[in-house]
């Protein structure tokens, strides 16, 4: 389990994500929106080439649809995209993105923690070698009246109406080394 909570800086999940794309030569950010992640990862030290892709009108993006890219990738970030998709449009989405992806290369998810996704880790069989984490929305150090009040809220949630304390579910997936793909 992972934290995630509102910050300029990284917060203790969007570090495990900089800590896997950190020596990646390229990224792409799908679903990019604000690019508030991308201000992110460059203030944490990210180097690399960053490119980012959404359809919105947000921000200036460097692409605006997945089938104008030409060329693949170090690292691709899809944060909280694919919950918006149909089952076979989410599923044609992250078969895409790991088309997309140089040999070696780091695909990171992050979606709602939604009980019609059995088990997270499932991308195993695309290939793709696969850690998964629950990231809950909370300050590292909530004091005690607001860490009594979670611990009450958790219980009620967990053990009265038996739903699942964790916001949010991130994966982390490396495909295999191999020949690149694309450029």
Avoid at 42 to 54: E, F, I, S
Avoid at 94 to 118: C, D, E, F, H, W
Wanted: aromatic residues 8%.
């Amino acid at each position: 389990m992972r934290r995630w909570w509102e910050t300029d800086h990284l917060c203790e999940i969007e570090q495990i994500y900089f800590d896997a794309i950190r020596t990646s030569p390229s990224v792409l950010d799908v679903g990019a929106g604000d690019l508030r992640i991308m201000g992110k990862l460059k203030r944490a030290g990210y180097a690399g080439d960053y490119h980012t892709q959404d359809v919105g009108t947000e921000g200036a993006y460097t692409y605006r649809d997945l089938d104008e890219i030409r060329r693949s990738y170090g690292a691709i970030l899809c944060l909280d995209v694919i919950e918006h998709l149909a089952l076979r449009e989410g599923l044609t989405l992250i078969r895409k993105m790991i088309s997309l992806l140089q040999g070696g290369g780091v695909l990171v998810l992050q979606t709602p923690n939604a009980s019609y996704i059995p088990d997270p880790r499932s991308l195993t069989c695309e290939g793709l070698d696969t850690t998964a984490y629950r990231v809950v929305l909370r300050d590292p150090n909530p004091g005690p009246i607001v860490s009594t009040r979670m611990a009450i809220t958790a219980y009620v949630k967990r053990r009265v109406l038996g739903c699942d304390y964790a916001n949010n579910i991130a994966v982390i997936a490396r495909k295999a080394l191999g020949p690149a793909s694309g450029l």
